[in-house]
């Protein structure tokens, strides 16, 4: 499984941005997605995840009410929409999947994509 990142940028404290996670596997919805970010200096940290067919999300504390993550099946891509950015969302957003696992940890998730960076600014 091959998972491509993408829509990270260049954004002002209350912008907002789109990041996708497109998937190389056909059964999308067989994968669980989340995304995560580390920041330079820090330890990866979880932001969001979504379950197999969407019915779930949970959200780290840090975006919860201005991040939503979502997914299209059909599409094979998952989102995350990022809005009213903050300075300390700077960061490299990662996604990542898991066929059995949905967790908050890195380690729940054996598939990564390569990372994307978003940088805010005041």
């Known amino acids: 499984v091959q998972l491509q990142a993408s829509g990270g940028g260049l954004g002002q404290a209350g912008d907002s941005l789109r990041l996708s996670c497109a998937a190389s596997i056909r059964t999308f919805s067989s994968l669980a997605v989340a995304w995560f970010r580390q920041a330079p200096g820090k330890e990866r940290e979880f932001v969001a995840s979504i379950s197999w067919t969407g019915g779930s999300t949970t959200y780290a504390d840090s975006v919860k009410g201005r991040f939503s993550i979502s997914r299209d099946n059909p599409k094979r891509t998952a989102y995350l929409q990022m809005n009213h950015l903050k300075l300390e969302d700077t960061a490299v957003y990662y996604c990542?999947?898991?066929?059995?696992?949905?967790?908050?940890?890195?380690?729940?998730?054996?598939?990564w994509g390569q990372g994307t960076q978003v940088t805010v600014s005041s």
């Open positions: 990542a999947a898991d066929k059995v696992n949905i967790g908050i940890i890195p380690s729940d998730y054996d598939y």
